[in-house]
């Protein structure tokens, strides 16, 4: 039976001798921080803290990220190709102290946009969101941050919100989350790297993400220990080497620019709905589990159709640092095959 390829992460073991700052040290950079159970919690208690703010969003976000405490305060704006933020919108209706979210699109630096928009606005909130990303560089001194670890690498739970440079208090848990139930799925897999039990572990990991919630919830220790064991670096090289094995193969189909020193989370590919979905369920028999960032995003579709377009045409491939050349090998040949 070959090893599946992707999906989520099992339990990550971090090496003996980690080279360089941890995915923590690096995350948090000496700034003020919080770590909640997950990044949506994380995000939702910052809401909480700024009672009366309107939250600027962008169109393509994953649904989960609004909470019903705050969705009356949502206001979307619109994201153009290449996933580059148009914040004119923004710019023109926002109110001083406003809390403007962008996001790190697939692990990439956010554009330079959303730069010179802060240049321009120096008296509005930013929250950069990188629940897809790595490190896409250092953040900027005065924009809080937000990371989802277990989208990254192999810990159950957790979001990350670092404040930015010299605040001094930060929103913070309370209470502890339920450790076994979390952690399932992460053993389950880690135990089984041939997959043969594919299907108990899926099952699994479907439950635990099922019951994810906006909560005061604290990440457990469990996850905050591999944090801080683990070396950005030995996560960053390999998906920097197995992104550019798919991008000498797959160029033409992708759905971003040229190489960036940012690590990736996945190769993304862009195709016409029906032929991504043929592909995907291709993959998904020969357990290549791709992924779709995301099948849903909040904004309503009639308003922003280019963004919902999305969710139907893209395809995130695996290109994680668990993988090697024999891997991304394969993931291209199928790839090839099935848009041959």
């Known amino acids: 039976m070959i090893a599946p390829i992707g999906g989520f992460f099992e339990r990550h073991d971090p090496e003996d001798a980690a080279v360089g700052a941890s995915v923590l040290e690096t995350w948090t950079g000496g700034r003020a921080w919080a770590g909640f159970v997950n990044a949506r919690s994380a995000f939702a208690a910052l809401v909480e803290s700024l009672p009366g703010v309107t939250i600027w969003l962008p169109a393509y976000v994953c649904s989960d990220l609004v909470d019903p405490s705050f969705a009356g305060r949502v206001r979307f704006y619109p994201v153009g190709e290449g996933f580059v933020p148009d914040l004119a919108g923004v710019e023109a209706g926002m109110a001083a102290g406003d809390l403007v979210l962008v996001v790190a699109y697939f692990g990439e630096p956010v554009a330079e946009a959303v730069e010179a928009f802060a240049r321009r606005r120096p008296d509005q909130r930013i929250v950069e969101d990188r ?7 250092p953040a900027a001194e005065d924009r809080w941050v937000l990371y989802s670890p277990r989208k990254l690498l192999g810990v159950a739970d957790g979001g990350v919100l670092v404040a930015p440079a010299g605040a001094s208090t930060v929103p913070q848990p309370s209470g502890l989350a339920d450790r076994a139930a979390l952690w399932r799925a992460a053993d389950l897999r880690h135990d089984d790297p041939a997959g043969r039990d594919n ?32 070396s950005l670096e030995s996560l960053a090289g390999p998906r920097r080497a197995n992104w550019r094995v798919l991008d000498r193969r797959l160029r033409r189909w992708s759905a971003l620019p040229g190489e960036t020193q940012a690590p990736p989370l996945g190769y993304v590919i862009r195709l016409e709905p029906e032929e991504r979905d043929r592909v995907l369920r291709g993959l998904h028999a020969e357990r290549i589990f791709a992924a779709v960032h995301w099948p849903q995003i909040a904004a309503p579709a009639a308003d922003f159709p280019r963004e919902h377009g999305w969710t139907r045409e893209l395809i995130t491939l695996p290109c994680d640092h668990r993988y090697g050349a024999v891997e991304m090998a394969r993931v291209a040949e199928r790839v090839e095959a099935l848009l041959a």
């Open 199 to 230: 299907a108990v572990w899926h099952a699994a990991n479907r439950d635990k993400e099922a019951a994810m919630a906006v909560t005061a919830q604290a990440m457990t220790a469990r996850s905050l220990s591999i944090l801080s064991r683990t």
């Open 131 to 137: 629940a897809q990303a790595l490190h896409p560089g």
